[in-house]
């Protein structure tokens, strides 16, 4: 599945479904429209393959073919439209599929990122990168990541993310991340339940990983450090002190009208703990429940945000 033109798109299948080579899309996720029935002249037939939407086109790559052969796919196919494909020269990496979701960057680049063939087992670590479909360019040839398919890609953060999936035929709960797909680092904590073909997707600011093989949890990621630059919005508005604090602290706004005003305090993941309303320029904060750390709050007149800030609970 994709997404482009403010639609999904849902391209293929699996032997199960008996739908092989069919495109539909939806605005809503309610009604479907079937655009095509048939990719004319994709040949062999294919499942396993990769889906993506790069500078507003549709790719179609990669994949295994259905008759259960020793020859994974290299095939690159584009379409603007769904209806009408194209299909493009052979990619340079060896034939493979199995990577869940698509990771195109904000510069409009794809990374193929690992990947693997079911007749052998033969799973790949390298990355590669491609603005077009048809120019392809090898990054590295071994990641520090281990071998993998059934895995989640995506970008996130201004980040490359490769997460779970299936190394040396084992589930793992691995999540590694590069700014360039020459440099990889390994996120240690949290680590989610081991897993492999999972769904994941990017929204709302942060980076989704659902279900999959041996779980039917959803785990949620954010980037702390940004959540704490954004809360440098509008700092004249607020004063807090002492902060950080221990037991209680003082927040003082200077606001003129005092109708409207909430106080939202949440944790670092987003989780809204505490909502106060505020009718006078100064707010008693006290600990209670709260564990040292970090923690942000917002200030909202009516439904609008007007200032953001940190709180360090010591």
């Not at 479904?17 to 479907?32: C, E, F, M, P, Y």
């Not at 599929?97 to 510069?107: A, E, H, I, Q, W």
């Not at 392809?136 to 993998?148: D, G, V, Y």
């Not at 240690?188 to 997707?201: E, G, L």
Request: aromatic share 10%; charged share 20%.
């Amino acid at each position: 599945w994709l997404v482009q033109d403010s639609a999904m798109w849902v391209i293929g299948g699996d032997p199960q479904s008996q739908a092989l080579r069919d495109v539909w899309k939806s605005t809503d996720g309610i009604n479907w429209t079937q655009v095509l029935d048939t990719i004319p002249n994709l040949a062999p037939l294919r499942t396993m393959h990769n889906v993506a939407s790069l500078n507003g086109k549709i790719l179609n790559f990669g994949g295994q073919q259905v008759q259960y052969v020793n020859e994974n796919l290299n095939q690159v196919w584009e379409s603007t439209n769904g209806m009408d494909w194209t299909r493009l020269p052979d990619a340079p990496w060896t034939g493979r599929g199995m990577m869940l979701n698509s990771c195109v960057d904000d510069n409009g680049t794809m990374w193929l990122l690992g990947g693997g063939r079911l007749w052998d087992r033969r799973c790949y670590n390298d990355v590669w990168k491609t603005t077009d479909g048809i120019n392809w360019e090898l990054i590295t040839s071994s990641a520090p990541w281990k071998p993998r398919y059934w895995h989640n890609v995506a970008w996130f953060d201004n980040k490359l993310w490769v997460m779970n999936g299936m190394a040396g035929q084992t589930d793992n709960n691995e999540t590694w991340y590069s700014e360039n797909g020459t440099d990889w680092y390994e996120l240690k904590n949290p680590k989610q339940m081991i897993r492999h073909a999972a769904s994941a997707t990017v929204y709302d600011h942060a980076l989704w990983m659902m279900a999959g093989i041996n779980s039917n949890d959803v785990w949620r990621l954010q980037n702390q450090l940004t959540l704490v630059a954004v809360a440098a919005e509008n700092p004249q508005l607020v004063n807090v002190y002492p902060n950080p604090f221990t037991d209680q602290t003082m927040i003082r706004i200077q606001h003129a009208d005092f109708s409207d005003l909430r106080l939202i305090l949440s944790d670092m993941q987003g989780k809204e703990l505490r909502q106060l309303p505020v009718h006078t320029q100064e707010v008693l904060l006290e600990r209670e429940s709260l564990e040292s750390g970090i923690y942000v709050y917002r200030l909202l007149d009516q439904q609008v945000q007007i200032a953001t800030g940190k709180l360090v609970v010591e």
